[in-house]
């Protein structure tokens, strides 16, 4: 053959293998529907509770509350959205009926809603005013429309099935877009139903006929998602906890039909026949309604993001409420944290390491640029890394000309063609050796993995196992910032000092003795012996990178409760009660008649003058908190002396530490009497006792 014959032939197949048709992956499974797909990529939005049980401190309405209560002096829809926006949420998911029945629109089906309240003469709506803010601030609206409703005199009969769904047309009709509607799961019991005042229940599987119901809502709004809990399938899923995670194993997959039991909702079903992602839901309070108590416990930076590690970054969305308040505004602390959370994410996620990387991959589709190793980290999300159809395995190597430090690792599957990815690992060379940095399971639409900085010029992504052959969308590498909080500081009973930072990777210093701490101080490795004297614990965080350094946070703390004897009880558990974590609490039993002791040997005689009560930190525990105690010191155990009695005042809305001081005394036994809680009969609880020595 000529020398020119021979080109051409080759040229030709060249020509050919670049233009054949490599055939593209089928779908896989089950499949996310367009508005699915849609919702998934909005990632993060609001949740807001306000109704008129923000004016009673409840939890929920009884639908007994009286229309008068609802009159703000300072609702303001674009102040919340102003939030949200800043926030970076992409949209609003508002309580326009919450259980107790009251509408926050002039609903034409009731007299129980904002048209018969004092606020702006009945002429208000705030769903209205919600969804015109949403708009102004490029948000999307969806609507909480509680399908118990302990108002209504119908509830439980089928009329009120009508009623319910004259109120959805209503939603659905008169507002604009709704990107999101939802129904929740707590469903029938005790209400006011029209002043019949009794129990009702209903089987939340059959009485709203939710087929009919989402036929409704697809009808009226066809790019809207429905979230359900108890009923039929709907769109989406909930994960089971409220605490602000799912499963680190999440399949965006349910059974279409069956009970789904809690492990179901918080890791999905890998080979189930219906697409349902899962949508964490969480509080930036301990509560959903606003309640004073809780002005200081908003969640930090650090707790913030650890929910968008473990929702966002584990194939969820983030659905994050605020309360509004009584004056109708969103709280300035949450407003703080929610923007803080939103720049700490900016700077996380500025730049894409993995941009700039040489990449290759063990294995491409037909060795087809369409699928090459590229598309998974070029910009567009659409593209993708394919291999061949017969391969569950496969690797993807970046490769960097200098060293470059990183801490996260972001993967995306093209969920449109199904969920695939069972097992995964990440890889990097550290001074010439391969290292395993972390090993997960699921990717789904997103998974975000974090673990300590390491400098590399390697990464190695493998693909372990896959329900069938593998695709990846998109691949990132970052270099996050420490998170600079300053440490919790906590003292054991044995008198340990304990040290929690707000990210794993900084460095904490202290001292013990009032002084500065910092980088010529103590370095904190593990609890800290500290003796059983009086205490003064200073601590900081630094960037063992760059040298910024948190606030210092301090605590003082008196004699150590090392060999206190809790004598009133032999329940082991009562120990929570000096183990110096305020997170831990102990109730005495249920059923005791008031008063109700708590009696301690403090092992030696101390001259005290004074004692401390720190109640149970739980919410839902606010019914046991003391409101009236008296206190009494004793040398023998024999004969009793009362220092002090009286009322913690405001101690449900202020549920913090309680010092009462009194003459000094010789001490070896204390009693914390409780006359009185919170509510009647209630068992008292604590999280802390303690006393102050002279
Ligand atoms: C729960 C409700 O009972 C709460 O009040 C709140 O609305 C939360 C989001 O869902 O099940």
Redesign the pocket.
């Known amino acids: 053959m000529k020398k020119s014959a021979l080109f051409t032939l080759v040229l030709s197949l060249l020509v050919l293998l670049a233009f054949s048709q490599v055939t593209p992956p089928q779908p896989y499974g089950p499949l996310p529907s367009a508005n699915q797909l849609r919702w998934q990529k909005m990632e993060y939005y609001a ?1 807001i ?1 306000y109704s008129v049980n923000t004016y009673t401190d409840m ?2 309405g009884f639908g007994n509350e009286p229309l008068a209560l609802f009159n703000p002096e300072k609702l303001d829809c674009r102040q919340w959205a102003r939030i949200c926006k800043q926030a970076g949420m992409k949209g609003i998911i508002f ?1 326009a009926k ?2 107790s029945g009251f509408c926050m629109w002039p609903s034409k089906y009731t007299e129980y809603s904002v048209k018969n309240a004092p606020w702006k003469n009945g002429k208000g709506d705030v769903v209205r005013e919600l969804a015109d803010a949403c708009k102004e601030y490029g948000l999307k609206f969806g609507v ?1 429309l ?1 399908p118990w409703d302990r108002n209504h005199p119908d509830y439980g009969k089928p009329e009120y099935i009508t009623y319910f769904r004259n109120q959805l047309t209503e939603l659905l009709t008169n507002y604009g877009d709704i990107f999101e509607v ?1 129904f ?3 469903n029938g019991g005790s209400g006011y139903y029209g002043g019949a005042n009794e129990t009702r229940k209903i089987d939340a599987k059959t009485y709203y006929d939710w087929p009919e119901t989402y036929k409704l809502v697809r009808k009226l709004q066809p790019n809207i998602v429905i979230w359900n ?1 108890g009923g039929d399938r709907a769109d989406l899923r909930w994960v089971g906890t ?1 605490a602000g995670y799912v499963g680190e194993t999440n399949w965006s997959l349910l059974n279409a039909t069956g009970d789904v039991p809690e492990d179901m909702l918080r890791h999905g079903v890998e080979n189930g026949n219906a697409w349902v992602p899962g949508e964490v ?1 969480t509080s930036i309070r301990p509560e ?2 606003y309640h004073e108590r809780e002005n200081r416990k908003v969640k930090t930076l650090p707790q913030l993001m650890d929910t968008y590690y473990q929702s966002i970054g584990r194939n969820g969305t983030l659905l994050l ?1 605020f309360p509004v308040m009584p004056n109708g505004l969103i709280h300035p602390q949450d407003e703080k944290v929610a923007i803080e959370f939103a720049n700490a994410l900016k700077a996380a996620f500025a730049k894409n390491l993995a941009a700039g990387a040489k990449v290759s991959a063990s294995q491409v589709r037909g060795n087809s640029q369409t699928y090459g190793a590229a598309k998974a980290i070029d910009a567009d999300k659409d593209s993708y890394w394919a291999v061949n159809d017969t391969s569950r395995k496969a690797s993807l190597t970046l490769q960097y000309a200098k060293p470059i430090s990183f801490n996260r690792f972001l993967v995306q599957e093209p969920i449109k063609l199904g969920q695939r990815v069972k097992a995964f690992s990440v890889e990097a060379l550290v001074k010439g050796q391969w290292q395993e940095i972390a090993r997960a399971t699921t990717i789904g639409y997103k998974r975000i993995l974090r673990f300590p900085t390491l400098e590399t010029t390697r990464i190695r992504f493998n693909i372990l196992d896959a329900k069938s052959t593998p695709l990846i969308s998109n691949l990132e590498i970052y270099n996050a910032p420490i998170i600079l909080a300053p440490p919790v500081i906590m003292r054991d009973q044995a008198g340990n000092v304990h040290l929690q930072s707000g990210d794993a990777e900084s460095v904490l210093y202290y001292t013990l003795d009032g002084t500065m701490p910092g980088p010529n101080t103590a370095s904190f490795t593990g609890p800290v012996k500290s003796g059983e004297g009086k205490l003064e614990v200073k601590a900081i965080a630094y960037n063992p990178f760059t040298k910024q350094k948190s606030v210092i946070s301090e605590e003082k703390f008196d004699v150590a409760r090392k060999s206190w004897k809790i004598l009133s009880t032999g329940k082991e558990g009562a120990y929570q009660v000096l183990d110096g974590n305020p997170h831990t609490s102990w109730h005495q039993d249920k059923g005791l008649k008031m008063p109700v002791d708590l009696t301690i040997d403090l092992g030696t005689q101390h001259m005290v003058r004074g004692f401390k009560y720190l109640p149970d930190q739980n919410w839902w525990a606010d019914a046991g908190i003391i409101t009236h105690y008296q206190f009494e010191v004793s040398i023998d155990n024999k004969t009793w002396q009362l220092k002090s009695e009286g009322e913690f005042a405001n101690i449900k809305n202020s549920p913090f530490w309680q010092d009462k001081l009194f003459e000094p005394s010789q001490a070896r036994y204390i009693r914390l009497r409780a006359l009185k809680t919170v509510q009647e009969g209630a068992a008292p609880g604590y999280a802390e006792i303690d006393i102050i020595t002279q």
């Open positions: 949740f509770h939890a929920w309580t919450h259980h909480y509680s939802w929740d799961g707590a809990d409220e839901n959903w309604f409420n």
